[in-house]
């Protein structure tokens, strides 16, 4: 019974984990990003948020596996839809870590990729964090439990904090190109 305890909660803290990635990916990147910071403490930030997601994903899944409590297999971890388990949530859980896998991958080969194939393959981490929360959401018998829900749901509020200031800084205006404005001064 501890195995199906941890499971749970190493699926919840990934979940917050992967949220706050979310969170600051929205809020720090691209020209119109609403919230600005030098670069180094940024990307570190964001590095090591998602490396502890991963930490925390990886025990999920092989607490999960180990457990005798559901029949999980280590194909099922990476294989959507296969398990004789909750095939549906179970499934979802799959194509997030799946999902994880590929964007884990992409960035570690981001010199060989390039930047714009890698940020091709790193916009799936938009993608990420929704079905990984509703694998969590759906699969379980603790669903409706204060302990999954609460985290959770602030969570879910955080992300889409972050979504509506985002949305609104893409409205503002861009800011002058530094070359642009050198141009216009020197005429």
Same mark, same amino acid.
Do not use: N
């Given at each position: 019974?501890?195995?199906?305890?941890?499971?749970?909660?190493?699926?919840?803290?990934?979940?917050?984990?992967?949220?706050?990635?979310?969170?600051?990916? &929205? &809020?720090?990147?691209?020209?119109?990003?609403? &919230?600005?910071?030098?670069?180094?403490?940024?990307?570190?930030?964001?590095?090591?948020?998602?490396?502890?997601?991963?930490?925390?994903?990886?025990?999920?899944?092989?607490?999960?596996?180990?457990?005798?409590?559901?029949?999980?297999?280590?194909?099922?971890?990476?294989?959507?839809?296969?398990?004789?388990?909750?095939?549906?949530?179970?499934? +979802?859980?799959?194509?997030?870590?799946?999902?994880?896998?590929?964007?884990?991958?992409?960035?570690?080969?981001?010199?060989?990729?390039?930047?714009?194939?890698?940020?091709?393959?790193?916009?799936?981490?938009?993608?990420?964090?929704?079905?990984? +929360?509703?694998?969590?959401?759906?699969?379980?018998?603790?669903?409706?439990? &204060?302990?999954?829900?609460?985290?959770?749901?602030?969570?879910?509020?955080?992300?889409?904090?972050?979504?509506?200031?985002?949305?609104?800084?893409?409205?503002?205006?861009?800011?002058?190109?530094?070359?642009?404005?050198?141009?216009?001064?020197?005429?």
């Amino acid at each position: 019974m501890t195995l199906w305890y941890a499971t749970r909660a190493f699926g919840v803290i990934s979940v917050v984990l992967l949220g706050a990635v979310m969170v600051l990916g &929205l &809020l720090t990147t691209g020209r119109r990003a609403p &919230l600005r910071g030098p670069a180094f403490v940024v990307t570190g930030l964001h590095r090591s948020l998602s490396m502890l997601a991963v930490a925390f994903v990886a025990l999920h899944v092989i607490t999960g596996v180990v457990d005798g409590y559901t029949p999980l297999t280590w194909l099922d971890a990476v294989v959507p839809f296969g398990s004789f388990y909750q095939p549906f949530w179970t499934g +979802l859980g799959a194509v997030a870590l799946d999902l994880m896998i590929a964007l884990i991958a992409t960035s570690l080969l981001r010199a060989r990729l390039g930047l714009r194939a890698w940020r091709a393959v790193h916009w799936l981490a938009y993608a990420c964090w929704p079905v990984a +929360l509703a694998h969590g959401l759906g699969q379980g018998t603790d669903r409706g439990s &204060l302990l999954l829900l609460v985290p959770t749901g602030l969570s879910v509020l955080a992300v889409a904090a972050a979504g509506l200031l985002r949305l609104g800084a893409d409205r503002r205006p861009a800011p002058p190109h530094p070359v642009k404005h050198l141009e216009g001064s020197l005429r």
